[in-house]
């Protein structure tokens, strides 16, 4: 009778064993260092709050229509009409009427793309994207206008790495950028930036994290500048974000912080953010057909009483 172990004890103890072994093989796995993700641009780091926290809000009506020509070239045309602000010192928001049309030809290739614009007010937009090679990509963009002072050009030269990722930029007024963003972990990443503004005998160094999940994205990014830049993207579901991000400059003590949603229907997208300052926007595409989407834009700011509507249509 001493020898005999009932049959409930037995399978306990087998279960007990599995589950210690999955224990010691999740603990004895070894994260393979010289395999690691490469990381997203430095200068995309808060990439994904974006997205929910700052889309492309405007006031009064826009109107766009895209024409392809062929599988590459497409042609675009744009209509906007709405009020402008003009800077002013007092607490009110000036604004005066405004209308512009915009003509634009693109030209999108697995290795290159070109994109130009031409507004009725004299300002002409141009941008470019060509792989050099596989790794190497550069980008610029110029504008030129009429108003003394306010035209410049950007070059960017992004290189790729493995697990890694650098740029250098160069621009009009002696400006000189480079950035560096490397994964430590599968989930981690790290980088920094530096820049020398020779115009205005200006410079700056930066240092950002990045942690990403499946689930979630959170960055923190600091700068010699004053800056402070702190963001979390929750992924609730395939189809709902939330978002969140904290902005501070210990210069000149100004402090914001904002939370807002991305949220993807059937046919449309719905996003909004309300901030600290008292300022909610809600930004909306529905697709009502297919190449043709309405948009609708809205924008209330309490603490200077300045509330802002836009809808337009998108054709193509």
């Known amino acids: 009778m001493a020898g005999m172990v009932p049959p409930g004890t037995a399978m306990l103890g087998e279960a007990s064993a599995a589950a210690s072994a999955k224990k010691i093989n999740e603990v004895g796995k070894k994260v393979d260092y010289m395999n ?8 995309e780091l808060h990439r994904e709050a974006l997205m929910s926290l700052k889309p492309e809000l405007f006031e009064g009506m826009r109107f766009d229509f895209t024409k392809g020509l062929n599988q590459k ?25 405004t209308a512009h049309y915009e003509f634009g030809a693109n030209f999108i290739d697995p290795k290159l793309m070109l994109f130009g614009r031409v507004l009725t007010d004299g300002r002409l937009n141009a941008r470019v994207k060509c792989d050099l090679t596989d790794d190497l990509t550069l980008k610029a963009n110029a504008q030129l206008t009429n108003e003394p002072h306010m035209s410049h050009a950007m070059f960017n030269f992004d290189y790729k790495g493995k697990d890694y990722r650098t740029q ?3 621009g009009n007024g002696a400006l000189f950028g480079a950035s560096y963003i490397q994964s430590v972990t599968p989930h981690l990443s790290l980088g920094g930036e530096v820049f020398w503004a020779g115009q205005h ?6 240092y950002a ?23 979390y993207v929750q992924k609730v579901s395939d189809k709902v974000s939330l978002a969140t991000d904290f ?30 300052n008292g300022c909610a926007a809600a930004f909306l595409e529905e697709r009502l057909n297919m190449g043709l989407n309405f948009i609708l834009s809205a924008e ?17």
């Open 36 to 43: 690691l993700p490469c990381p997203i641009p430095y200068e």
């Open 73 to 97: 070239f497409s042609l675009s045309h744009s209509v906007f009409m709405g009020p402008m602000e003009l800077p002013s010192q007092s607490a009110e928001t000036i604004k005066i009427p």
């Open 168 to 170: 250098l930029q160069l």
């Open 201 to 206: 005998r200006k410079s700056g160094l930066g």
């Open 209 to 231: 994290a990045r942690y990403e999940t499946d689930k979630m994205v959170a960055t923190g990014q600091v700068a010699s500048t004053g800056m402070v830049a702190l963001s």
């Open 247 to 276: 902005m501070y400059n210990y210069m000149s003590k100004d402090v914001t912080a904002s939370v807002g949603y991305d949220y993807i229907l059937r046919q449309a997208r719905l996003r909004g953010k309300i901030d600290s």
């Open 300 to 316: 209330l700011d309490h603490k200077k009483k300045d509330y802002k509507f836009g809808f337009g249509l998108t054709v193509g």
